[in-house]
């Protein structure tokens, strides 16, 4: 890496981060792949006009054909335009969870970075959520909230926010350390100005890689929860749900579950690229983790 | 040696606690009431609440807080509500099957990990290093559970090589045991080998072009000396950190994957329990997760000083 010998404009750096992005070729690829899924979501009920719920008994298990492109279910509902609907579903449960998660995970890892005597309190906290399995912490809280979507994103919020506070405390733990930040404090910035002037920026790099896999973990894990029964509850199409249906059908129909489980790879798989071109670009040291 | 060990231990007894009171909180935030689903829903009122004072219900919140902890402290960890058995014995019945799980699981993943990530560090750009990169992609954009039910149609239904669920002791023969369990295990070291390589293949990068590698390699010792003894022994760290890692996250995992194999262990145990609100075994069950995380963390500090000295001088 080469340092800069000057600081551009700021104007100028957004516009070479950019350029830099579209270099990069995971980057591309995964952006590519979220912008298509997430334009068949938006345009769901103009790509297909059949209802997702609708049942249709004479049109049973139709293996994959030209009038059904990915078959149809036990009730006779095109599996494609349930996916469609799913993916909607998908995408804004992710897109809450790394929202709230980012948001008050960020909060807690600025407090805890700069109020040093609340540090070890809010990390044990921390440390003790992070000691249940994600996916386990989640079922609990969704399974105490019922079957909802909204307790989805609850339960995952509350689930990922740990690991979104340690990579927040971490990075403001070395940006508080430098000159302009005690330059600041000598200028007699209060607290809450050097948190939010100072030190947030300056975090924002990693905040966001950590909440583009926030957003993938998100997704797999609604499809976990929607598959054990904890997500929103049919006949709402989720990932999920759908391949929890076409489970007992896995063999003669393998279709069903065969669809949904391709566009949660394939959303995942997006989100996980952009978020390692993102990476790179925007904080190159942050390492990879579980 | 001693002292870190000691060290670690006394920094995680904080957090154990702190496990303990928000496994209690997070239980008993749970709308529903156990007294009715034990009493039955046509049970009488008085029946209710003679339950209720059974349990300890009619207490105040944090009297049953203290209650419990107290009960902790001499190792009781209350009755099933509805297993009619002892939190204790239920857990104890089912850890050899997740237990069994995660050790098959990690026998993979530790070998096949170390293995593709030394040698893609060593054959950068080759297609060990590409597939491996793949893989590690893979493992964190594919659904467990889908790739689980997918294997089974493949290799137990159509092929009908493997039984598809269920679980067979290790008393009646080893490789009934293995047999029952080689499928799941492969599907959840499958998510982990990748972030393994990943993990051991940039230790090793960081190793193998230092001086003392190159000065190993010119006194005459063989390449494979060389890379082993004294590069990778130098990579070790990263590699335990992440297998610490990877063994919570085989255990977390293996929740679903229970469910998807019906096999009757822990993760089955306490997916069972929060669906029909049996307080005391999932309270029991997500403190023995939550001191099992805190524990390997423990053993991974200790494996630090066995495996780097220079851990122990500090």
Same mark, same amino acid.
């Given at each position: ?40 979501a938006?345009?769901a009920?103009?790509?297909t006009?059949v209802d997702p719920t609708a049942m249709r008994i004479r049109f049973r298990f139709r293996p994959p054909s030209?009038a059904f492109l990915a078959g149809t279910d036990m009730f006779g509902r095109d599996v494609m335009t349930r996916v469609l609907y799913g993916a909607r579903l998908s995408l804004w449960i ?41 996916i386990?912490?989640a079922i609990?809280?969704g399974a105490?909230?019922g079957p909802h979507a909204?307790s989805v ?66 997704i797999l894990a609604e499809a976990a929860l929607s598959f054990l029964g904890i997500g929103a509850p049919p006949p709402t199409p989720s990932w999920g749900n759908i391949i929890a249906e076409g489970r007992d059908y896995a063999v003669e129909a393998w279709w069903i579950m065969l669809f949904p489980g391709l566009a949660i790879s394939l959303a995942a ?22 | ?16 606690? *702190?496990? @303990? !009171? ?6 008993? =935030?749970?709308?529903?009431?156990? %007294?009715?689903? $034990?009493?039955? /829903? ?45 939190? *204790?014995? @239920? !857990? ?6 997740? =237990?069994?799980?995660?050790?098959? %699981?990690?026998? $993979?993943?530790? /070998? ?30 594919v659904p467990s559970f889908w790739l689980a039910i997918l294997s089974v149609i493949l290799?137990s239904v *159509? ?5 598809s669920s ?21 599907i ?67 929740v679903i994957i229970e469910q998807v194999f019906a ?5 089955r145990?306490?997916v069972q329990?929060i669906l ?39």
């Amino acid at each position: 890496m080469t340092d800069a010998p000057a600081h551009p404009p700021v104007s100028r750096r957004w516009v070479q981060t950019l350029r830099k992005l579209l270099r990069h070729k995971s980057f591309l690829i995964g952006a590519t792949l979220v912008g298509l899924i997430t334009l068949a979501a938006l345009a769901a009920p103009l790509l297909t006009h059949v209802d997702p719920t609708a049942m249709r008994i004479r049109f049973r298990f139709r293996p994959p054909s030209g009038a059904f492109l990915a078959g149809t279910d036990m009730f006779g509902r095109d599996v494609m335009t349930r996916v469609l609907y799913g993916a909607r579903l998908s995408l804004w449960i992710g897109l809450a969870v790394a929202f709230l998660s980012g948001f008050f995970g960020g909060i807690i890892g600025l407090v805890a970075a700069q109020f040093r005597r609340l540090d070890s309190v809010l990390m044990r906290v921390m440390d003790a959520l992070m000691a249940f399995p994600a996916i386990l912490l989640a079922i609990g809280i969704g399974a105490t909230l019922g079957p909802h979507a909204d307790s989805v994103i609850i339960a995952l919020s509350i689930a990922y926010m740990p690991r979104t506070a340690r990579v927040v405390r971490a990075t403001a733990l070395v940006v508080r350390e430098l000159d302009y930040v005690q330059a600041a404090r000598a200028c007699g910035a209060g607290n809450f100005r050097i948190i939010v002037r100072h030190i947030l920026p300056n975090c924002m790099g990693s905040l966001q890689v950590q909440l583009t896999f926030v957003f993938a973990y998100a997704i797999l894990a609604e499809a976990a929860l929607s598959f054990l029964g904890i997500g929103a509850p049919p006949p709402t199409p989720s990932w999920g749900n759908i391949i929890a249906e076409g489970r007992d059908y896995a063999v003669e129909a393998w279709w069903i579950m065969l669809f949904p489980g391709l566009a949660i790879s394939l959303a995942a798989l997006g989100m996980n690229l952009l978020g390692d071109g993102l990476r790179d670009v925007l904080d190159p040291r942050l390492q990879v983790e579980g | 040696m001693f002292r870190p060990v000691l060290g670690s231990l006394v920094r995680a007894v904080p957090v154990i606690l *702190v496990v @303990a !009171v928000l496994t209690f909180f997070l239980m008993h =935030l749970l709308p529903g009431d156990p %007294a009715v689903v $034990i009493a039955g /829903p046509d049970a009488p009122v008085e029946a209710v609440e003679r339950i209720r004072a059974q349990l300890g219900l009619d207490r105040s919140i944090a009297e049953q807080l203290f209650i419990w902890l107290g009960q902790l402290a001499h190792g009781n960890f209350g009755t099933s509500l509805v297993l009619n058995q002892s939190v *204790v014995s @239920a !857990v104890i019945e089912r850890l050899p099957v997740t =237990l069994s799980l995660s050790m098959i %699981a990690m026998a $993979i993943v530790v /070998p096949v990990g170390v293995a593709c990530g030394v040698t893609a560090a060593y054959f950068r750009g080759s297609l060990v290093d590409q597939g491996m990169m793949l893989l590690a992609l893979l493992g964190v954009s594919v659904p467990s559970f889908w790739l689980a039910i997918l294997s089974v149609i493949l290799f137990s239904v *159509v092929l009908g090589w493997l039984p598809s669920s269920g679980y067979v002791p290790l008393s009646e023969g080893f490789w009934p045991w293995l047999a029952a369990l080689i499928q799941p295990a492969v599907i959840l070291a499958l998510f982990q080998i990748g972030f393994l390589a990943r993990t051991t293949r940039s230790a090793m990068l960081e190793v193998l072009g230092q001086d003392f590698v190159r000065t190993a390699r010119s006194k005459g010792l063989t390449e494979w000396l060389a890379v082993m003894k004294h590069a990778f022994r130098n990579a070790l760290i990263p590699v335990v950190t992440a297998m610490g890692i990877i063994l919570s996250l085989l255990i977390g995992g293996s929740v679903i994957i229970e469910q998807v194999f019906a096999l009757p262990g822990i993760g089955r145990l306490v997916v069972q329990g929060i669906l029909v609100r049996d307080y005391p075994l999932v309270q029991g069950c997500l403190l023995l997760f939550g001191c099992t995380f805190v524990i390997i963390n423990v053993l991974i500090d200790l494996l630090y000083t066995v495996v780097d000295p220079r851990v122990r001088n500090d």
